[in-house]
């Protein structure tokens, strides 16, 4: 079946013939006795309507298992107690922010380390691995700066020194990227991004092929009680039904911001993995089928760039992305924020940088938007060449 299809399909044995998923939002289940549980017993350990939406999400990344989270660090929490005491992870080091800090100031309380290296540079990950790696954990493409990791060449990497590898798809969605395909252990998504696509849930999940780390990560998501609600995954399984569409569009709509972008004055530098001027452009459409709707941009200058973002119209100033609504924010003071003070040297992006989400809108009046809150900056610009 075809993402679109898969999006849309009904898979349910409802015995209504109910073509919506209902939603089962109890959170205890009536039993034949008290030594005889039914499949399911208690909302935190499982739900019907939540299961409906993890059979969904393996199917849509071709894996068999799927956990579905409260958040998208709810998830990657989950992810890191797979590790213990003296593990190590090697992480990227262009990092969602609250990744991040997740990592810097949660997890040394469990005696984990983490190092963080340029995971696009095949060589310094092997070289950064050792005895004590458990985990390797990438973003591609990596937020907000766009860097492309090589799934495949990291997954053999990872494997042949014995560990994991999770990769963070919430930029690119399950239509257009499956990094199970390319060899890793354990897919993480951010579900408030792509998969709702509304911004009206905030969700994650965690999908594996291998049957002893999902029951790991059922157990434990059964033990910490951090599964997602009723309510919300139902919203998902809502949200999901047009994520090809929306997908398709916002793709489309951000090529042509990318493009629009990359040849205006007032723009330094453009990060898109659609556009084929970008670094990681081959490698990125060897392994996954669209740039996404995710894109950020220079000015030179921190201040300049706040003016452009503030004269926007139609992009809200807000964090998260991929929403059917363009979004716009500056990472350094906003998601990228929580990075930690000692780490922002080699971790925070920069300061001018501006990141777009591109929405479904006409994508004339997205280019109108954008081309008059860069015309206030453009007099300033020139006037100073
Ligand atoms: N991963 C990425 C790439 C993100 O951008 C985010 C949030 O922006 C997260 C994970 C965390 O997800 P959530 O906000 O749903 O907890």
Request: proline content about 5%; some cysteine.
């Amino acid at each position: 079946m075809k993402k679109a299809t898969e999006c849309v399909y009904l898979d349910s044995n409802d015995p209504y013939g109910a073509v919506s998923p209902p939603i089962y939002q109890t959170s205890t289940f009536r039993q034949t006795s008290a030594d005889e549980f039914g499949e399911y017993d208690y909302s935190r350990s499982g739900n019907p309507t939540r299961t409906e939406l993890e059979k969904k999400l393996a199917r849509l990344e071709g894996a068999s298992h799927a956990a579905a989270f409260a958040s998208g660090m709810a998830a990657i929490t989950t992810l890191t107690r797979l590790l213990s005491s003296g593990d190590e992870i090697v992480a990227g080091n262009d990092l969602y922010g609250g990744t991040v800090r997740l990592l810097e100031k949660v997890l040394p309380r469990s005696g984990i380390t983490v190092k963080y290296v340029d995971t696009t540079d095949r060589e310094r990950v092997s070289q950064a691995i050792s005895e004590r790696t458990r985990l390797v954990f990438i973003e591609t493409p990596s937020n907000p700066l766009m860097r492309i990791t090589d799934i495949r060449a990291v997954a053999d990497i990872a494997h042949s020194d014995g560990a994991l590898l999770a990769v963070d798809s919430s930029v690119m969605s399950p239509v257009l990227q499956n990094p199970i395909g390319l060899g890793a252990d354990i897919v993480v998504h951010s579900a408030t991004k792509f998969l709702c696509g509304h911004s009206d849930v905030t969700g994650g999940a965690l999908i594996t092929n291998d049957p002893e780390i999902h029951r790991e990560i059922a157990y434990l998501q059964n033990a910490e009680g951090n599964a997602l609600a009723p309510f919300d995954s139902w919203l998902l399984l809502r949200g999901i039904k047009t994520l090809g569409l929306r997908v398709e569009r916002q793709n489309s709509n951000a090529l042509e911001a990318a493009t629009f972008l990359a040849a205006n004055p007032a723009v330094k530098q453009v990060y898109y993995p659609g556009l084929a001027t970008h670094p990681g452009h081959d490698l990125h459409f060897r392994q996954a089928n669209g740039g996404g709707c995710v894109l950020s941009f220079t000015t030179g200058d921190a201040e300049t760039s706040k003016r452009v973002v503030e004269s926007l119209g139609l992009f809200s100033i807000a964090v998260s992305f991929a929403s059917v609504n363009s979004s716009v924010s500056m990472p350094c003071s906003m998601s990228h924020a929580s990075i930690p003070a000692e780490r922002r040297a080699e971790l925070a992006p920069p300061s001018d940088l501006v990141r777009l989400s591109v929405g479904i809108e006409d994508i004339g009046d997205i280019i109108d938007d954008l081309s008059q809150a860069l015309a206030t900056v453009t007099p300033a610009i020139a006037a100073a060449a």
